[in-house]
């Protein structure tokens, strides 16, 4: 009986504090009574921390949408995280299309150039979709998760913490309104108990009624020095953990950073991966690899060589790559080099000579060819060979 007085005394102060806070919010809001306002440099932190829960909140949702663009799979992940399950592994995009070319160049034959040349896309495309699916988990591990734990954890707290400063802020000016009209219905009740009355039960009765507005008058006092109190010990606690917010900036910024960096090493490898591709597919005959309206018979040339400087790419990967100006070299001189094969090439005609990776030939240039191609020299064999198939020795 007793827990139980004691929940219903609680309900009904706690029904008796949201009313004032209820009623000092409504007369702020319509200009009729005062605000209390929080000093220039609490206000510049509660503003610094919104902005910061609004922008990481944008770059969060739209780093998801870059990661993985199909909005069903980004819900089927978040009701999985709920769930506290992991999501199960779906082939990606690259990774599909790579299956569907290796499948085709099965069916078309692999003895076939298109069929081979599908082959190999096809691999390069599964390679290429495993280095997303590292990007996706590299990035989610490094860059999403802390902006989640920001959102989710630090920011959910000073949203707390600064919903309880105002109410403690309503708290403080419903008790300065209180002490406000309690002076003023004292002093009322002192000018009508000096006036001249008649009756000695009429001076009773205001001097019992001075007394009881007194009284409360210091109950007002009382109850704004603890109201007060509570407000700038709130305050307080709010200030420290806004000042954190500079703090989360500099992790975010070490987090940007790894985003980055993976995404530096997700389009090297890519580009990597279609160098490789491209440097394969010259192989084939030069006839299926031009179009109709085209005569040159030179394997495709090497275009993205020219955007991204091969010193990058060779530190990437370990891929070596000659210098062209050894090439011009060479074809300016008259003498002849020694130079190793990097892949596989197989002639497209009798002025071609066909070569194995890794096999070490003479090249040497003659007047009037091609600037992609070389003559190659293998003992009695003599042909035509590609350029970018070539790293001259020393």
Not at 10 to 28: I, P
Not at 290 to 304: D, E, F, I, K, R
Request: charged share 25%.
């Amino acid at each position: 009986m007793n827990i139980m007085d004691f929940n219903v005394k609680k309900l009904a102060a706690d029904a008796g504090t949201f009313l004032s806070r209820a009623v000092q919010f409504t007369e702020e809001k319509l200009g009729q009574a005062e605000k209390t306002e929080l000093d220039a440099h609490l206000e510049n932190l509660l503003s610094k921390a919104e902005c910061t829960k609004i922008w990481t909140e944008k770059i969060m949702k739209q780093t998801e949408v870059l990661l993985q663009p199909n909005p069903n799979a980004r819900i089927e992940e978040f009701v999985y995280e709920k769930l506290d399950r992991k999501a199960p592994s779906r082939v990606n995009n690259p990774e599909l299309l790579g299956q569907y070319m290796i499948d085709a160049g099965t069916e078309f034959g692999p003895g076939t150039a298109y069929g081979n040349a599908l082959i190999k896309c096809g691999e390069t495309q599964k390679r290429i979709g495993t280095a997303d699916r590292e990007l996706i988990q590299t990035s989610a591990l490094n860059f999403l998760t802390p902006l989640r734990n920001f959102i989710e954890g630090d920011y959910k707290t000073i949203a707390k913490e600064r919903k309880l400063l105002q109410n403690k802020r309503l708290d403080l000016d419903a008790a300065k309104t209180r002490l406000k009209k309690a002076k003023a219905a004292e002093t009322r009740s002192s000018q009508l108990n000096s006036a001249r009355l008649e009756g000695d039960n009429i001076m009773v009765n205001f001097s019992y009624m001075l007394n009881f507005l007194h009284v409360k008058w210091l109950k007002s006092e009382q109850e704004l020095r603890i109201t007060q109190s509570e407000f700038d010990r709130q305050a307080e606690i709010t200030r420290l953990l806004l000042e954190g917010i500079s703090s989360t900036h500099a992790h975010h910024l070490r987090c940007l950073n790894d985003f980055v960096e993976a995404q530096m090493t997700y389009y090297a490898q890519c580009y990597q991966y279609m160098l490789d591709l491209q440097k394969q597919l010259g192989s084939f005959p030069s006839n299926y690899l031009c179009n109709n309206n085209q005569t040159s018979g030179t394997p495709v040339p090497s275009a993205l060589s020219n955007v991204i400087g091969s010193s990058a790419v060779a530190s990437t990967s370990g891929l070596v790559i000659t210098s062209p100006s050894n090439f011009s070299d060479l074809k300016e001189s008259s003498g002849n080099r020694k130079a190793r094969v990097l892949y596989d090439y197989d002639a497209a005609n009798s002025t071609e000579l066909s070569l194995l990776a890794d096999e070490v030939i003479t090249v040497f240039s003659v007047v009037g060819m091609d600037s992609d191609w070389l003559m190659g020299e293998r003992g009695n064999q003599k042909g035509k060979v590609p350029i970018t198939y070539l790293e001259l020795l020393n």
